[in-house]
Each structure stands twice: as structure tokens, then as C-alpha cells.
């Protein structure tokens, strides 16, 4: 049956490099369709509908539309609302209410979790309504992908940046560590080894939420990468967790704080902080650095990876596809094919729906404080072409003659 009706499409969660890729593929193929009457665009996700706070993206010029795709971060803005059912009923209504009859949703795993709340409830009243879940996170954390929109740009960002901060203690010393989103898991921290190319290039450890952190361990690690290297660099997932699953954030710090989804907030800058004067007092070294890359990661407009860019529009062209032509709903997966390829599968949102990805052990050491060259193969790919290197002087030494 042919569905006539308006398309809703939503931002939710942290912005991205390439999130405004999946939101015009979406505008863009859902004007094509002649049973599409308007494209709406709900300003702040899921608050801009229950708000009724929608732009006619019908009227949005091609042009400058092609002109937001290349635009880092959410140009519908964005929420950090998580809905509940009886939330998620009234979004219903006010899609209901409008007339839309094809909801696209631009987000993570909890966004994922909203399209099938408000698809369930779009069923219990025989509306006939077509709900997709468009994947976005830097995280790269979405359940049957082999990888999520967004994090190959970020996994870009995180591997320049430590190409700098490598180069920066080869030229002075010293320790530095670099603390990564990630909260659960590790993926994009993990990238930060995409950009080594000699031997003793940092980053020199790796710590990831999917493996327990012990400060003794960590400290006896950084130890002896600096005896042999005069050196160390270090990425840090924000997320690490000691052996009884408590995030490194809290332990090391009082007053533990809650976000609105009940997690707990992991210390912003506070963490790499802790983790330099526990280095200091231990190691009696006074050149220790922390930087918490924070937003930057996640939508720089320098470092946007042209295989993330390009999945990422297919991702919102798919979407219409899906809904308005194949007339079905669900969440879109990427997958990978051959070396290196990709297609596009629907699965059913229950399946994606408000479950996290780890890393796969074969990704990381068995030591637990770096990642493995099939970490490497598997990333390569998806940070895009043109990949920065860093080089080194391979003259040799003049003679010395002052003890002749």
C-alpha cells in the first residue's frame, strides 16, 4: 500500500562531522517521491516535536542544502532528552497529528530506542506509519555495524591529534596523555594508533573501557615505556572502569554527578588531570600533560573523512528508500564487503535498539593497554584518504671534535 503523507527527520544526541550528510540524503531523496506531501525538519529532535517546532524543509534551496551537508554538527540541532513511553506517546500524537506518515531519526543507541517506542505505539493504533532509525555516533558503539556515521571522522581527528603529540615529546619529553571519548567503549580511543609509523612512535599505551584499569598496573606500564623511550604518550578512554566495573572519573574524585540518563559524568578535563598529579607524585617527573579533546572530536571541520562523509549521505538517502519506495521500517546497518566496500541492510529496531557494540577482544593486547594490528586493519579504511604521516631527519651525526 502506498502511504501519503509528510516526512518528519530529527537530530538526537552528540553532533558529528558528517550527521548533516544523513539529514539532506534523507530531504533530498523524500522530495522525490510523489506520495510525500511535506519534509519537515523538528528543531531539537524529539523536543522540537513534542514542541511543534518544525521547519518546511520542502522549501530549503538544493543548493544550500548541499552547502549544510558539508556543515559539521546538527544544523537541526539536537537533544539529550531520553523518552520514556509516555513521552515517546506524545510524539506520536504530534506526528498523528501533522499528517506524517515516514519518521526518520538521526542518532545512537538511545535514539534508536525512541523509533521503537514511537513505531510501536504508531501500530497499537493501526496507523499505518513507516519509522527508520538513521545510525550516528562517534562511539561507533551501534549493535550489527561494522561501523557507525561519524566515527571515522572523529577517529581522523583523535589519530592527527596524537601524531602532534607524539612529535611534541619526541622533541621535549616527558608524558602526555590524551583522554578520548568513549564510554563504554573504546573504538574511537583505539584510533589514536592509527597514525604511528615508526617503531617507538606513541601512542605507547592504549586504555579502553572494555578492559578493567588498575592505577598500580598503569603506573608500572608508563614506567617502563619511559625507561626505554625517555617518553610516553597515552590515550585514555574517558569511560575506563576499575575491576568491579566503577568508572576511574568517580574513584578518584568526590562528589560523584549524574547526567540526565542517569550516568555517571566523567570528570571533563578532571580525569586527565588526576591522572597527571597521580604521575608526578609517583614518578617524580615534572613535564606530565593531560588534554580532554571534549567536543572537539567530535565535529572539527578539518578532519572529516571522505568514506565517513559519502556513508553517511547513503545512509539518509537509504532511509527514504526504505520507508517511502520498499514501504518498511526499521534500523539501517552498514556492512562490510570485500577490501574495502560497503552495503546497506534494514534490520528490526528491536534488534539495534538501546544495546551497545564493544570492541571485539581480538582488537585488543592481551595485556589490555593497546590494540592489535586487526584493530588497525579494521580502522584504516574508515578515517578516509589522504591520511596524514609524520616523518623523521635520517641524516647522520657530524663528527664531534671537541675531544680530539
Keep these: 500500500m502506498e502511504l501519503k503523507g509528510n516526512v518528519v527527520i530529527a537530530q538526537g544526541g552528540g553532533p558529528t562531522a558528517v550527521i548533516n550528510q544523513s539529514l539532506v540524503g534523507a530531504v533530498l531523496e523524500s522530495r522525490k517521491f510523489e506520495q510525500v506531501g511535506r519534509v519537515y525538519g523538528a528543531v531539537k529532535g524529539v ?10 524543509l520542502t522549501q530549503e534551496t538544493t543548493h544550500n542544502l548541499e552547502l549544510v551537508a558539508k556543515t559539521p554538527s546538527a544544523a537541526l540541532l539536537s537533544t539529550r532528552v531520553k523518552p520514556d513511553h509516555a513521552y515517546c506517546a506524545e510524539v506520536f500524537k504530534m506526528l498523528k497529528l501533522h499528517n506524517v506518515r515516514y519518521f526518520f531519526y538521526i542518532g545512537g543507541n538511545d535514539s534508536s530506542d525512541t523509533v521503537r517506542l514511537v513505531n510501536d505505539y504508531a501500530h497499537s493504533e493501526n496507523y499505518e506509519f513507516r519509522a527508520i532509525h538513521i545510525p550516528k555516533t562517534v562511539d561507533n558503539d551501534l549493535v550489527l555495524n561494522d561501523h557507525t556515521p561519524g566515527y571515522g571522522s572523529a577517529a581522523r581527528f583523535v589519530a592527527q591529534s596524537f601524531i602532534g603529540a607524539n612529535l611534541e615529546t619526541r622533541a621535549l619529553g616527558g608524558i602526555y596523555i590524551g583522554v578520548v571519548m568513549g564510554r563504554h567503549a573504546g573504538f574511537l580511543t583505539a584510533s589514536a594508533a592509527l597514525g604511528k609509523k615508526f ?14 584499569f588498575d592505577l598500580e598496573n598503569f603506573t608500572q606500564d608508563v614506567r617502563d615505556v619511559y625507561k626505554k623511550y625517555g617518553r610516553c604518550v597515552i590515550a585514555v578512554s574517558e569511560g575506563i572502569v576499575n575491576a568491579a566495573g566503577q568508572p576511574i572519573a568517580s574513584t578518584l574524585r568526590k562528589g560523584v554527578a549524574r547526567d540526565a540518563h542517569g550516568n555517571v559524568e566523567l570528570a571533563g578535563g ?9 604521575l608526578k607524585s609517583t614518578m617524580n617527573i615534572s613535564r606530565v600533560r593531560a588534554d580532554t579533546f571534549g567536543y572537539l572530536q567530535r565535529s572539527f571541520a ?3 573523512s571522505d568514506v565517513d562523509m559519502h556513508e553517511a549521505r547513503e545512509v539518509g538517502e537509504k532511509a527514504a528508500h526504505f520507508a517511502i519506495w520498499h514501504n518498511v521500517d526499521g534500523s539501517i546497518t552498514i556492512n562490510r564487503t570485500g577490501d574495502y566496500a560497503v552495503d546497506y541492510k534494514l534490520v528490526d529496531l528491536k534488534e539495534i535498539a538501546a544495546k551497545t557494540r564493544l570492541m571485539p577482544d581480538e582488537y585488543i593486547n592481551p595485556a589490555g593497554n593497546n590494540v592489535t594490528h586487526a584493530f588497525l586493519d579494521y580502522a584504516r579504511p574508515l578515517v578516509g584518504s589522504n591520511m596524514p604521516k609524520a616523518q623523521m631527519l635520517r641524516a647522520p651525526y657530524a663528527k664531534q671534535l671537541k675531544n680530539d
Excluded: T
Excluded at 523536543?47 to 518546511?56: H, L, S
Excluded at 617503531?199 to 578493567?212: F, N, Q, T, V
Design 47 to 56: 523536543e522540537g516535536i513534542i514542541n511543534e517546532n518544525f521547519i518546511d
Design 270 to 278: 578532571q580525569l586527565g588531570d588526576m591522572l597527571v598529579s597521580h
Design 302 to 304: 578539518g578532519c572529516v
Design 199 to 212: 617503531s617507538d612512535d606513541g601512542p605507547h599505551l592504549i586504555y579502553i573501557p572494555e578492559r578493567a
